[in-house]
């Protein structure tokens, strides 16, 4: 298990190497930068958004104990100096010396504890309290320790938990503990453990951002002191702003088109990462075709629906006509490329080689006496999963359409909405997507699968629970991987979700742009403090 920290007698990250705040001031540089993008921001308070849009912002203003560096799977010190599994259910954390807020207030282990208290008291269905699935109880037992009681032993992937947007830490001066606090509220607080702080918030319209001074985590002080983020709601003006110097960078969401068309300017560079995103249509078993609280409620039809859908997709296609190969057909919701990624819709679905079959799905649907044409009411966002999502969805109702077994209403709305919509069933078959906060085949099957999914779709089986359970604890790696596969192939076998593409968002900046990585491990390595002009 190449993502999980060593299990030992003691398991202990020491801090080397890192900037402090004070280190490199004088590079800060005087150039402000302007990044521009499509995505939307939900909120700004950590328990209550776990999004793109959200997380680019959350990533710059908020620290988490532990974080993975770009090119890394293994978690690493930040505001911690270390991290030691002192029991076999117990993880201890210390703190750095003489932390504090960007408002002046000290961050110690109270904070800490707030912060992941507040997350599970509040279980927002749209923010990342699902993670904490093994966490069991936190205590601060003097201002510089905490201590994390796991339910279950033996639990490796804890480490890296800590580094993802669960992890977090907020101002319990700032926040309430058992509600979502609003933008304007936290913007006036102040509450920035990050590199950067909050200038001025005009939300999804302009961001400016200023640095932190009383920042001390890993990214030191950030090379350029002013930074802006321009929302833009088309993403051919994204494009031309880019080229024409308007913008320094784009960071999500430009066409398959536009990046081709951007890569051969001369004053242009195209950043590629290396596909550990995937996209994805998920099931809602509440309000899809025969779904439990529909009027004609039928388990064994629902089935036979999604699995006939399964069927009938073509991804390549997709893949091809779509985005020209920039993305590639997937067959399971963990990646081609992870340990234990099984492509399990391949063997189940369509010609058993990755291609539809018609017959296959008509097969299903008679079997389980289902009248045809099946309506499909199928939503799609283009304002948060680009302009393409718009060709991805029309092709989808093409491909179905054509089998003479669907009939497909499509129908788009704003990310700020479908958040909220999709998690109160108002959606019965709906695209969503995926970009890794640890880059481990869990993260692609516990959001997805596990009792309190992120998707939140009704999908609820014990087996698969229970199988899940066993590999987020499981140390040996041929078990591990053996675990895994079973979850993926009984997923599978009940279709909750059709994996459709696999691949990576590309950033794209002018060349006086420096300090963006050439390949990218995934979508939330953009990190701003790196960056300035040359």
């Known amino acids: 298990m190449g993502a999980a920290l060593s299990l030992g007698t003691a398991l202990l990250v020491s801090l080397t190497g890192c900037t402090s705040s004070k280190d490199g001031a004088d590079a800060a540089s005087a150039q402000a930068l302007t990044i521009g993008t499509t995505d939307q921001v939900t909120s700004l308070d950590p328990a209550g958004a776990w999004d793109a849009g959200s997380g680019t912002i959350e990533s710059e203003v908020y620290s988490t104990l532990l974080s993975v560096k770009n090119g890394s799977t293994e978690a690493s010190p930040d505001l911690a100096t270390g991290i030691e599994l002192t029991g076999p259910r117990e993880y201890t954390v210390t703190l750095k010396k003489g932390l504090e807020f960007a408002n002046g207030h000290q961050l110690t282990s109270s904070d800490v504890k707030f912060s992941f208290d507040r997350t599970l008291k509040i279980a927002d269905e749209n923010g990342p309290s699902s993670l904490l699935y093994n966490l069991a109880s936190v205590t601060a037992p003097d201002p510089a320790t905490v201590v994390f009681t796991l339910k279950s032993a033996k639990d490796t992937l804890f ?30 607080g102040e509450p920035w453990s990050g590199p950067y702080g909050v200038r001025s918030y005009d939300k999804n319209s302009l961001v400016s951002f200023t640095a932190n001074s009383a920042y001390q985590g890993e990214l030191g002080t950030p090379k350029t002191k002013e930074v802006q983020l321009k929302y833009y709601t088309d993403a051919s003006n994204l494009k031309l702003d880019v080229q024409q110097g308007g913008i320094d960078a784009v960071y999500r969401t430009l066409t398959t088109a536009d990046l081709d068309d951007l890569a051969k300017k001369k004053d242009i560079k195209v950043h590629t990462g290396s596909g550990n995103g995937i996209r994805y249509i998920v099931f809602d078993l509440q309000s899809q075709p025969y779904g439990t609280t529909t009027k004609n409620a039928d388990k064994a039809k629902a089935l036979a629906v999604r699995q006939a859908v399964a069927d009938s997709v073509d991804r390549s296609q997709l893949a091809q006509q779509v985005y020209k190969n920039s993305f590639q057909p997937l067959y399971s919701s963990v990646p081609d490329g992870l340990t234990g990624a099984t492509p399990s819709f391949k063997s189940l679905y369509g010609d058993k080689r990755g291609g539809p079959d018609k017959a296959a799905a008509a097969a299903k649907l008679r079997a389980a006496k289902v009248s045809t044409p099946v309506t499909l009411n199928l939503q799609y966002n283009a304002d948060h999963y680009g302009s393409s999502s718009a060709d991805e969805y029309a092709l989808i109702k093409t491909q179905l359409e054509a089998t003479g077994l669907f009939k497909v209403n499509l129908q788009s709305t704003e990310w700020t909405q479908y958040g909220k919509d999709r998690i109160k069933h108002l959606y019965p078959l709906y695209q969503l997507g995926w970009y890794a906060d640890y880059l481990d085949a869990d993260n692609y099957l516990s959001p997805f699968y596990s009792a309190n999914s992120w998707v939140a779709n009704g999908y609820d089986d014990s087996a698969v629970r229970d199988l899940i359970k066993k590999e987020e604890t499981e140390t040996d790696a041929a078990q591990r991987t053996g675990l895994l596969k079973q979850v993926q192939d009984k997923a599978a076998a009940q279709v909750p979700l059709v994996p459709l593409l696999q691949g990576s968002t590309a950033i794209v900046t002018r060349t006086d742009v420096s300090g963006v990585p050439d390949e990218l491990n995934s979508a939330y390595t953009f990190r701003w403090a790196g960056l300035s002009k040359k």
């Open 159 to 188: 480490p890296q938990v800590l580094s993802t947007a669960a992890g977090y830490i907020v101002d319990e001066q700032v926040f309430p503990a058992d509600r979502i606090l609003d933008d304007k509220s936290i913007v006036a």
